[in-house]
């Protein structure tokens, strides 16, 4: 969900969980899908897998991020 409404955790909302991943990728320049996963579940919470994928869309789709098939991860651009 985009738009977090007033009884939403906004710890978990997409726009949080797109600043966190941009923090995260902008230190390393590529990290793979797990690794992104498992950082952001260490300092969000495991509730992060409702919009994860969202927050990568959305980052994609604004052209913030590029995703490699072949080795399934995640390079930043700037």
Excluded at 54 to 70: D, M, V
Aim: glycine residues 2%; hydrophobic residues 35%.
């Amino acid at each position: 969900m985009l738009k977090p409404t007033k009884h939403m955790n906004l710890e978990i909302s997409t726009l949080n969980i797109v600043s966190v991943i941009l923090k995260e990728i902008s230190k390393n320049e590529i990290l793979k899908y797990d690794t992104l996963f498992d950082k952001l579940s260490k300092k969000i919470g495991d509730d992060i897998k409702f919009n994860f994928k969202n927050a990568l869309s959305l980052l994609y789709l604004l052209g913030k991020i590029e995703y490699h098939q072949k080795t399934d991860s995640f390079e930043y651009h700037k």
